[in-house]
């Protein structure tokens, strides 16, 4: 019997025993939302006997999964049989697809396209089209076709709402990027979740199975869940309604890549007779912080409302600090954290910003201060250049189909097969509809290329046709040592003889290991390459880190002794293409939220007086966050120390602005009036974070100034049409 009374408190228990029909658990930060969904798996299991299959948990992350399974086993009592299903949902949309995909038309050796193969993708789709970058840029025609599938628009829906020719091209580049996937018997990331909505949407008897078979269906961050995510749940209850979602609307803050508030929003709406439990119960931060964190989320509108609070002590005021500049700004936030260091030397420290160009300040002051650290969000194990080439050759092997992948190592490493080789075997497969490697065989055959090309492919169609070979009758170790010698992989980088060689040997010795514990694992080739596939940088946190450079995206879900929020200003934090919607200023605040939310003890707010801006020589002046000013005045200690670290005096090579230049001199003790005076007075003065309207290009936040009056140049972020450049006496520019 699963005890709970010692375990949790009573709203919690109250979570954990309501079991039967529609739940939507308001899991404030720090509530203990992971202890809840664990002990009510285990409740389930231990107290109420559901056989442990039954149950479906759904995730976003990786580490979240695994985190939930080996804190529900330890609820277990051991040795017993079976465990719940409990993953992420494209890890769960992989297992049905496997099983049934082949109903709605595709094989199931099927390849999962990564972010890096999506986008070598798209950029063929588009060189078949004749368009360069300029015209459509890949990422972009990679998101916005991502953004639609998300809404459940195909090509045709797309072409048929467009508004001017560029979303035209692009509904073309997405009917083109689909056959191509098709063709490479491919999925990507959205397709896996939009593939698992068809299936189950057009075939009746597996819905009906799946309903049968999980009685109760638990999903975590619920408030981060897009339009596929959401049409999976409910195909997934449809023939009952055992659900429970678990969320914060405050925490909602992925909108970007499709994420919809509404779902948890409307999820009274969607089911009938729900019960709504709160989880109010901070056990993660003082008052102070939580004080301050519930203060700013409380401006906004599109929440349910929590009133969260806690059993811990006031602890330390806010500190706030204002930099004179960027670097000013990180050598005291460095500053601070050695202080923390010295009284706590164990407790992991978070130094968290909007956008990633902002670590570069903070690297660079760790360094000086020989502070060790790590930035999250880098390439991962699996990113890698020579992971990728031997995963690509296992995808080969498993999938001749896949395009993508043969490409990449085709000439990897170096054989002799040449760029018109490739464009000529390209061609062909275009117009006779094969696979390259049907190409391959078929020119091979008719001595249709030169005979050293012909050598050389070859050699390479060998090498492929008896990794085939070996996939039958070698385990997935042995397989890829057998790549790595055969393929002249390992030769290769031996004869390199340097020492990134040595290294990338060496991550290539730790894929043959990860081979090894996936064989441990019993699992099969498909599975270890859709694990690789599904592996996500947040995946690769390290939690031994003292300290980490993180954006505020990547910290959700962590908790630190020490936060230190950093780059506090308009048109930054709020970021400036968010300035001109409410909704979106709404999710900058559940940013905020989340930063500040992630400090156990002491948090550190800071921002930079004076910044450059889109590689500019000058300085421009910036103005505080709104944020800071939603914080209530009580609850922050204003920081006026200076830090005391000797700095070049000039260390710019110009100052072209007035106030660049004022401040130029007021460091030097002197004031200057250098304007004439018929200039000073002259037309209309901008400054960044101006919010301003203009005729064509509607409205826009001030991120660069330069000169003064109405011969001064601004570049102003507009919400429709980005960065332009305007002269204030043409731009007809109005203050907002």
């Not at 075939?203 to 638990?218: A, Q, V």
């Not at 939220?593 to 002046?621: D, I």
């Not at 030097?668 to 009036?673: A, P, V």
Request: with cysteine; charged share 30%; proline share 3%.
């Amino acid at each position: 019997m699963l005890q709970l009374t010692k375990k949790l408190n009573p709203q919690q228990i109250e979570a954990v025993e309501t079991t039967e029909g529609p739940l939507l658990i308001l899991a404030g930060a720090g509530s203990g939302k992971t202890r809840v969904i664990t002990f009510r798996i285990g409740h389930l299991i231990e107290n109420k006997k559901v056989i442990p299959n039954k149950i479906l948990g759904v995730t976003f992350t990786n580490k979240a999964a695994q985190q939930m399974k080996e804190r529900v086993q330890t609820l277990l009592t051991p040795g017993r049989t079976g465990n719940p299903a409990l993953s992420t949902f494209h890890s769960f949309c992989v297992r049905v697809l496997r099983r049934d995909i082949t109903v709605i038309g595709q094989g199931r050796d099927f390849t999962i396209y990564d972010s890096t193969d999506q986008l070598k993708l798209i950029k063929t789709c588009l060189k078949e089209m004749g368009l360069e970058d300029r015209v459509l840029s890949p990422r972009w025609t990679l998101s916005r076709i991502s953004e639609a599938k998300n809404k459940g628009k195909h090509p045709e829906t797309l072409y048929q709402q467009a508004y001017d020719e560029k979303i035209e091209r692009l509904a073309v580049a997405f009917d083109l990027y689909q056959k191509k996937l098709a063709e490479a018997n491919a999925l990507d990331f959205d397709d896996l979740l939009l593939k698992t909505v068809e299936l189950l949407e057009q075939h009746d008897d597996i819905r009906k199975r799946l309903n049968n078979h999980f009685e109760y269906l638990m999903v975590d961050e619920y408030q981060d869940t897009n339009h596929a995510q959401y049409r999976l749940i409910r195909l997934l209850t449809q023939d009952h309604q055992n659900i429970c979602v678990v969320g914060d609307e405050d925490q909602s803050i992925y909108s970007w890549r499709g994420a919809d508030i509404q779902n948890i929003l409307n999820f009274e709406e969607d089911y009938h007779r729900v019960k709504v439990i709160k989880l109010e119960q901070n056990y993660r931060s003082t008052k102070n912080i939580l004080g301050a964190a519930s203060a700013v989320v409380a401006n906004n509108q599109a929440r349910k409302g929590k009133r969260l609070w806690t059993e811990k002590e006031n602890g330390s005021l806010i500190r706030f600090y204002e930099g004179s500049d960027a670097e000013d700004e990180s050598l005291f936030v460095i500053q601070q954290i050695l202080a923390h260091q010295r009284l706590e030397p164990d407790d992991q420290v978070a130094v968290l910003y909007r956008t990633n160009f902002q670590s570069r300040y903070f690297e660079e002051a760790c360094r000086r201060y020989s502070l060790q650290y790590s930035v999250v969000g880098g390439f991962s194990f699996y990113e890698r250049a020579e992971i990728k080439d031997l995963l690509s050759y296992l995808k080969v092997t498993s999938n001749p189909k896949d395009r993508i992948s043969l490409l990449r190592i085709i000439n990897t490493p170096p054989r002799g097969i040449g760029k018109v080789t490739v464009e000529t075997l390209q061609n062909e497969s275009q117009s006779s509809q094969r696979s390259i490697l049907e190409v391959i065989e078929h020119v091979i055959s008719t001595n249709k290329l030169s005979p050293r090309a012909l050598r050389a492919l070859k050699g390479f169609n060998k090498q492929i046709q008896s990794f085939k070979q070996a996939l039958d009758n070698k385990p997935l170790p042995e397989l890829l040592d057998l790549i790595l010698e055969e393929s002249g992989y390992v030769r290769w980088l031996r004869e390199e003889g340097t020492e990134e060689s040595q290294t990338r040997l060496e991550n290539l010795q730790e894929l043959v290991n990860a081979a090894r514990d996936s064989e441990d694992r019993g699992e099969t080739l498909h599975e270890f390459l859709d694990h690789a596939a599904l592996v996500s940088e947040t995946d690769n946190y390290d939690e031994k880190s003292k300290v980490s450079l993180m954006t505020i995206h990547s910290a959700k879900g962590l908790e630190f002794p020490l936060v230190c929020l950093v780059g506090v200003e308009e048109g930054l934090f709020p970021h400036s293409r968010t300035l001109s919607d409410s909704n979106d200023i709404e999710e900058e605040r559940r940013l905020c939220y989340v930063a500040l939310t992630r400090a156990q003890k002491r948090l550190v707010l800071t921002r930079a007086k004076y910044r450059r801006f889109l590689g500019g020589e000058s300085f421009n002046e910036t103005e505080v966050s709104r944020f800071i000013g939603e914080i209530p005045v009580e609850l922050i200690e204003n920081e006026k120390k200076s830090v005391n670290v000797k700095k070049k005096t000039y260390d710019g090579p110009s100052y072209n602005d007035a106030e660049s230049i004022k401040e130029f001199y007021r460091k030097r003790g002197k004031t200057i009036d250098f304007l004439p005076q018929k200039q000073k007075n002259f037309g209309k003065t901008f400054r960044v974070g101006h919010y301003v309207r203009h005729p064509k290009f509607g409205t826009g936040s001030v991120v660069r100034c330069e000169g003064l009056g109405d011969d001064s140049k601004l570049t102003v972020n507009f919400s429709r049409f980005g960065l332009k450049k305007l002269i204030v006496k043409y731009a007809g520019l109005k203050k907002v």
